[in-house]
């Protein structure tokens, strides 16, 4: 009886231990579910991969940015965002805390706004907070801002946070501009450092008192028979005083007081 053709068997790969597929299990704790799709929040999250992988690009490639993370455990211990992630591990992943955030003391460090944040931007400055803000300002130039002046960038664009070059920075969660401000000074800790009608709020310079002589052709008639004390922006030559507006802008600012420490 004829025997069966024995067909050529395929060659098996050359697979290296880096090649592997390898698996590990993910879990985000409590503000870093914002990031994550509705399935996802509050859950284990089995990671399929391949090759070595830092710690670093696979939280990120979950949606989280590494500017919201401060801690990370990997099977119970602490590992930085440089460690190399096995088959079989257990990443447990931890975001900032107001303590924490407050140490970066982003009042002092100042902060630079994207190009949605326009209104926002408006209001810090209202309170005395350093805010730099255009609007076409591109996404290179913020990631090269922020890393060159160390300021902490607030963004809408959560793969902004995700660049390298980026060491400070915050997702803002809302989109309305009230609630934007309220959620900024209650996560860095800001309603005591506030000191408003410091700053220009068209280009952020530091207003400077002027008399009433030095800025007389620039006022309106009633102006300039109601009011007498003024303040200059030098970089714009913007001129304020306490108008009928002052008093809303006080209440406005109050309220917001109110509401981050609520």
């Known amino acids: 009886m004829a025997q069966p053709e024995q067909l050529p068997q395929a060659a098996k790969p050359d697979r290296s231990p880096a090649q592997l597929h390898k698996q590990a299990t993910f879990r985000f704790q409590h503000k870093l579910n914002d990031f994550l799709p509705e399935r996802q929040k509050h ?14 690009h696979l939280i990120e490639s979950l949606g989280v940015p590494h500017t919201e993370v401060q801690d990370i455990l990997v099977n119970q211990s602490s590992v930085d965002f440089s460690y190399l992630v096995q088959d079989g591990d257990v990443v447990v992943v931890y975001p900032q805390d107001r303590q924490q955030l407050t140490a970066l003391q982003a ?3 100042g902060f630079l706004l994207d190009n949605h944040l326009g209104r926002l931007a ?5 309170l005395g907070f350093d805010c730099l803000y255009r609007n076409d300002y591109q996404d290179e ?4 801002l922020a890393s060159q002046q160390g300021r902490v960038l607030l963004t809408r664009d959560v793969r902004l946070l995700m660049r390298n070059v980026i060491q400070y920075g915050y ?8 609630q934007q401000l ?3 000074v209650d996560r860095f800790s800001l309603s005591k450092k506030i000191s408003p009608f410091q700053r220009c709020i068209r280009c952020n310079g530091i207003l400077q008192q002027v008399s009433k ?3 007389l052709e620039s006022l309106e008639p009633l102006t300039k028979k109601y009011y007498h004390e003024f303040r ?3 970089d714009c030559k913007q001129v304020y005083w306490k108008g009928s507006h002052h008093q809303r802008m006080l209440r406005f600012i109050n309220q917001t007081i109110q509401a981050s420490n609520a």
């Open 107 to 109: 009042d002092e460090r």
């Open 171 to 178: 997702w803002v969660r809302s989109k309305i501009p009230r």
């Open 232 to 234: 200059r922006c030098p």
């Open 43 to 56: 859950q284990a999250i089995g990671l399929v991969f391949n090759g070595h992988q830092s710690v670093k």
């Open 141 to 144: 130039e913020l990631a090269q």
């Open 213 to 215: 002589q030095e800025v």
């Open 122 to 126: 408006f209001y810090l400055r209202m």
């Open 182 to 184: 309220i959620e900024v």
